[in-house]
């Protein structure tokens, strides 16, 4: 398959008002006529459902939670990039352009990160807009603070719940349409199938999450925005219902999936603390600010960190990388805790941890500034621990976090699929093999409120939608399909949970390609979850009926959809014979233990196309052109 980014052409930092002054318009009153689904209420679907509903679309938006303000969305602590340069310190557009391709390790499109660069400086006059209280000043500007990756000050936050606060801007104004009638949601409800009828997306099959009913929901076009698959890996920093289903059922219907590999370990977690806990929490990299990582420099050192002296502690951030010491990119970061812990200077009970310390912060800054900038967090790292980290260091380790890899899109944020939209993190296209902390409230707001408004209206003026019903072939075979795949797993009646799968997949796909891989770790896996994988279809066991609330049902279905994911991700990383961002194979690194890219060979998005059941998939590939940004061995020294 040729895929087509569908760039426009000429300088950059045209192409976007170019794009969209070339873009068919629908007429005000047609647009009614029109219907639209979004799946996913988090910042980038309710943006989206939102500012369509504006427009007077009719939309409906779908949610396996009660709420759309249940949303993963609402997790995202530290910040929001956007190229404002209130603090004069050098940013701009260009810049956080820049930042992002390089913190992407040369793997993502230029187009698209430009553009969202672009429209970061909007994003925050609209949630300014919706009353989102970012942090300001004492003059009343609006403040900033520094992330990974870059060297100005460009992140806009509140507190350390700005995820939350986003949340509830684009919740006021989907609730403002939905008072307007112009957007049904529809929550507890999951998407199993897609509907493509003549080649073209045409609308959803669910089921209610309440009363286990199948439903077909017809439309003009279908936008995916369900969130990332991070879940694969068991332990995450995700919600636990977070999935990759609708994606993947998509993926099997025609879409192509770009880049499943690329999978972010964020550095600044808490670490495991027991064999069956079920997630992981996240502490915003917004500490990294303030905080300094350290490990003592001797092996085996159980000391507690207050009799540590100074001079017996290995700032090992800062003394690799001077330049961004304690903020480089949080795959760097990543890994050289990894490293030291591989070392035997890992902290805790387990060794899995390095200290983030607050000492220097404080006294410096006061503990009443660090409070006002961190308080809640601090609350809940000591709600969770027991330890006070005024008083103590935090104790952090990097876990799964955020996925670049999801369905290919072209610059529209079209997928394969013609009428399949998807934005924000169930899309591949704007972070590369590495995501800059405090770009995802990014690039789910500009897709939701500023990039598909266009793009959708440019696709239902440019084509004709022949009327379908629930009486249609493709339909019926859809509902029968999935009616199918639930009979098969409530008929299998084993011995083994749901769960137990999911965390021994979990625990293969950590190892095998999690923050270091290998040849020869990669084939292992894939064997190891095929042998899983039939082991599940013929062992797992599902209590009770589809014909009403089934949780265990529900895990099932989208465990077995990480099942077929995590092959895929393994043969993705085994093909790709090179390290780049995220993915860090053992056999391609630089002398001082970087990530080695493979430009000639590997500069591509890798896009997968499924073939059938036990078929392997077909890999098509996007060659990456870089003219502003020439792609060179990153230092953040």
Same mark, same amino acid.
């Given at each position: 398959?040729?895929?087509?980014?569908?760039?426009?052409s000429?300088?950059i930092?045209?192409?976007?008002?170019?794009?969209?002054f070339?873009?068919?318009?629908v007429?005000?009153?047609n647009?009614?006529?029109?219907?639209?689904?979004?799946i996913?209420?988090?910042?980038?679907?309710?943006?989206?459902?939102?500012?369509?509903g504006?427009?007077?679309?009719?939309?409906k938006?779908?949610?396996?939670?009660?709420?759309?303000?249940?949303?993963?969305s609402?997790?995202?602590?530290g910040?929001?990039?956007?190229a404002?340069?209130?603090?004069?310190?050098?940013?701009?557009?260009?810049?956080?352009?820049?930042?992002?391709?390089?913190g992407?390790d040369?793997?993502?499109r230029?187009?698209?990160?430009?553009?969202?660069?672009?429209?970061?400086?909007?994003?925050?006059?609209?949630?300014?807009?919706?009353?989102?209280?970012f942090?300001?000043?004492?003059?009343?500007?609006?403040?900033?603070?520094?992330?990974?990756?870059a060297?100005?000050?460009?992140?806009?936050?509140a507190?350390?719940?700005?995820?939350?606060?986003?949340?509830?801007?684009?919740?006021?104004?989907?609730?403002?349409?939905?008072?307007?009638?112009?957007?049904?949601?529809i929550?507890?409800?999951?998407?199993?199938?897609?509907l493509?009828?003549?080649?073209?997306?045409?609308g959803?099959?669910?089921?209610?999450?309440?009363?286990?009913?199948?439903?077909?929901?017809?439309?003009?076009a279908?936008?995916?925005?369900?969130?990332?698959?991070?879940?694969?890996? @068991? /332990?995450?920093?995700? +919600?636990?219902?977070?999935n990759?289903?609708a994606?993947?059922?998509?993926?099997?219907? #025609?879409? &192509? !999936?770009?880049?499943?590999?690329?999978?972010?370990?964020?550095?600044?977690?808490?670490?495991?603390?027991?064999?069956y806990?079920?997630k992981?929490?996240?502490?915003?990299?917004?500490?990294?600010?303030?905080?300094?990582?350290?490990?003592?420099?001797?092996?085996?050192?159980?000391?507690?960190?207050?009799?540590?002296?100074?001079?017996?502690?290995?700032?090992?951030?800062?003394?690799r990388y001077?330049?961004?010491?304690?903020?480089?990119p949080?795959?760097?970061a990543?890994?050289?805790a990894?490293?030291?812990?591989d070392?035997?200077?890992?902290?805790?009970?387990?060794?899995?941890?390095? @200290? /983030?310390?607050?000492? +220097?912060?404080?006294?410096?800054?006061?503990?009443?500034?660090?409070r006002?900038?961190? #308080?809640? &967090? !601090?609350?809940?790292?000591?709600?969770?621990?027991?330890?006070?980290?005024?008083?103590?260091?935090?104790?952090?380790?990097?876990?799964?976090h955020y996925?670049?890899?999801?369905l290919?899109?072209?610059?529209?944020?079209?997928s394969?699929i013609p009428?399949?939209?998807?934005?924000?993190?169930a899309?591949?296209s704007?972070h590369?093999?590495?995501?800059?902390?405090a770009?995802?409230?990014?690039q789910?707001?500009?897709?939701?409120?500023?990039?598909?408004p266009?793009?959708?209206?440019?696709?239902?003026?440019?084509?004709?939608?022949?009327?379908?019903?629930?009486?249609?072939?493709?339909?019926?075979?859809?509902?029968?399909?999935?009616q199918?795949?639930?009979?098969?797993?409530?008929?299998?009646k084993?011995?083994?949970?749901?769960?137990s799968?999911?965390?021994?997949?979990?625990?293969?796909?950590?190892?095998?390609?999690?923050?270091?891989?290998?040849?020869?770790?990669?084939d292992?896996?894939?064997?190891?979850?095929?042998?899983?994988?039939e082991?599940?279809?013929q062992n797992?066991t599902?209590?009770?009926?589809g014909?009403?609330?089934?949780?265990?049902?529900?895990?099932?279905g989208?465990?077995?959809?990480?099942?077929?994911?995590?092959?895929?991700?393994?043969?993705?990383?085994?093909?790709?014979?090179?390290?780049?961002?995220?993915h860090?194979?053992?056999?391609?690194q630089?002398?001082?233990?970087?990530?080695?890219?493979?430009?000639?060979h590997?500069?591509?998005?890798?896009?997968?196309g499924?073939?059938?059941p036990?078929?392997a998939?077909?890999?098509?590939?996007?060659?990456?052109?870089?003219?502003?940004?020439?792609?060179s061995?990153?230092?953040?020294?």
């Open positions: 398959m040729t895929l087509d980014p569908k760039i426009p000429g300088p930092e045209q192409a976007w008002d170019k794009a969209r070339d873009m068919k318009l007429n005000p009153a647009k009614r006529k029109h219907s639209l689904i979004v996913g209420s988090g910042l980038a679907g309710a943006s989206a459902s939102a500012s369509l504006e427009l007077g679309y009719k939309v938006c779908f949610c396996f939670q009660d709420s759309p303000r249940r949303a993963h609402i997790a995202a602590q910040g929001i990039n956007a404002k340069n209130y603090t004069n310190d050098g940013d701009s557009v260009y810049r956080l352009f820049y930042d992002t391709v390089k992407g040369f793997r993502s230029e187009a698209n990160v430009y553009r969202l660069a672009q429209v970061s400086v909007n994003i925050i006059d609209q949630c300014v807009a919706q009353g989102v209280p942090a300001r000043e004492y003059g009343g500007s609006l403040a900033n603070r520094s992330f990974g990756g060297q100005v000050s460009r992140t806009f936050y507190r350390g719940q700005t995820g939350q606060q986003l949340l509830l801007g684009a919740y006021q104004a989907l609730e403002r349409q939905i008072h307007a009638r112009t957007v049904t949601m929550p507890r409800t999951e998407m199993l199938d897609l493509v009828i003549d080649g073209q997306a045409r959803i099959v669910t089921r209610s999450l309440i009363t286990g009913k199948l439903s077909v929901h017809i439309a003009d279908v936008i995916l925005a369900s969130g990332g698959y991070g879940n694969v890996y @068991y /332990l995450s920093t995700n +919600a636990k219902g977070s990759v289903t994606s993947w059922r998509a993926h099997k219907r #025609g879409a &192509l !999936f770009a880049n499943p590999c690329f999978t972010q370990i964020h550095p600044t977690c808490i670490p495991v603390s027991g064999e806990q079920s992981l929490t996240l502490m915003s990299e917004s500490l990294r600010n303030d905080g300094r990582i350290w490990v003592p420099k001797e092996k085996g050192d159980k000391r507690p960190p207050n009799q540590i002296p100074e001079d017996e502690r290995d700032y090992y951030l800062e003394r001077p330049s961004f010491g304690n903020l480089v949080r795959d760097v990543s890994r050289n990894k490293m030291v812990c070392e035997g200077r890992g902290v805790g009970k387990t060794g899995l941890g390095v @200290y /983030l310390d607050f000492s +220097a912060a404080i006294a410096r800054l006061g503990e009443h500034t660090i006002e900038r961190y #308080g809640n &967090l !601090f609350e809940m790292y000591q709600r969770i621990t027991d330890e006070d980290p005024y008083k103590v260091p935090m104790r952090i380790y990097p876990a799964i996925t670049m890899g999801g290919w899109v072209d610059y529209q944020l079209q394969t009428g399949l939209f998807v934005l924000g993190e899309n591949f704007d590369g093999a590495n995501r800059l902390g770009s995802a409230l990014m789910g707001l500009s897709d939701g409120y500023f990039v598909i266009y793009t959708v209206g440019n696709y239902l003026a440019t084509n004709k939608f022949a009327k379908v019903d629930e009486s249609h072939s493709e339909v019926q075979s859809a509902v029968a399909s999935v199918q795949t639930i009979d098969k797993l409530l008929s299998i084993g011995k083994r949970t749901v769960d799968f999911h965390r021994e997949l979990g625990k293969i796909v950590w190892e095998y390609c999690g923050m270091a891989r290998t040849a020869e770790g990669l292992t896996a894939i064997g190891k979850i095929r042998a899983l994988r082991e599940f279809w797992v599902v209590p009770g009926s014909d009403d609330l089934n949780q265990s049902l529900e895990k099932a989208r465990v077995a959809d990480f099942f077929e994911l995590a092959e895929l991700m393994c043969i993705d990383a085994r093909e790709r014979n090179e390290s780049c961002g995220g860090f194979r053992e056999e391609y630089t002398p001082e233990g970087e990530a080695q890219r493979d430009d000639e590997y500069s591509y998005v890798a896009a997968w499924y073939r059938g036990g078929q998939p077909e890999l098509n590939r996007e060659p990456l052109e870089f003219e502003y940004v020439h792609p061995q990153r230092s953040y020294k």
